[in-house]
């Protein structure tokens, strides 16, 4: 691509669900780096907030939107191709947990569960190849430990571990056009993914911007390097 003042050379990253938890702390880093971001996500509020706590720097587009919906998928994607001239990295991070079982939970969380999970990185990876084969790009999946290991009832984990299929499969297929695929699987971290249970897991949680260190490390690898699954717990957690 060109390097013109319309289209400069830094490098432009999308992040779905990035207004908290891990997606922020990614954002931040990149900002801090010089990096162009978009983020998205359904609450408006919580896009605009993200934003004022930063200073509304001049890097940082917000897109109100859910990755669950194609033609909103494909709407962020243009949305930042048109703002910042291409496009290096997309983060498939917006995901959330209905923190129930597939025997005792309740059904009608479900659905906007596995979509936003399984669906939303599917969507995300399908509107953004194109661009991403133009700068040899990277996708980035956020998965879980839970798609690494078996518990007892969760139909979150199932989500994951379908995310974990889809990095490889993704993998697979793009590689040959020099797009590189990382799956990062964090164990438990502390972000508003729990607000709903009421309280913090017990044991010991990562940080945002641990997490977000190892997206940012998967990032910057050498070109012709691709990391392609890493697993990050805290110390202490046994499974
Ligand atoms: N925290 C942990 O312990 C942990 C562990 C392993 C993996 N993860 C994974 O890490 C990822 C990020 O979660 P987090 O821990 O940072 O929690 P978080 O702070 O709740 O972040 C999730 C973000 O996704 C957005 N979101 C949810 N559904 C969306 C949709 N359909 N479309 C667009 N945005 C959507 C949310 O904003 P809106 O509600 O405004 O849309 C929110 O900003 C998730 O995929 C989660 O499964 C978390």
Redesign the pocket.
Known sequence: MTDTPDTPDTPVTLI????????AAVARRLLDAGQRVAV????EA?LRAFSAELGHPEGLLTIQ????EHAQVVAAVEATLKEFGRLDTVVA?????THDSVAEGDPAGWT?MVL??VL?PALLIRASIDALKETRGRIVL?????GFVNTPGNIYGAT?WAVTGLAENTRREVTQWGVGVTLIA????E????EATGSLPPGE?LT?DQIADSVVWAMTQPAGVDVNTVVVRPLGQPN
């Open positions: 779905t669900g990035g207004g908290s938890g891990i997606g998205t996500g359904r609450g919580r939107g859910s990755t669950a991070n917006a995901g959330f947990a906007e936003t999970n939303g956020v998965g879980s430990v839970a994951k964090p164990g438990r971290v972000t508003p993914f729990w949680l945002a």
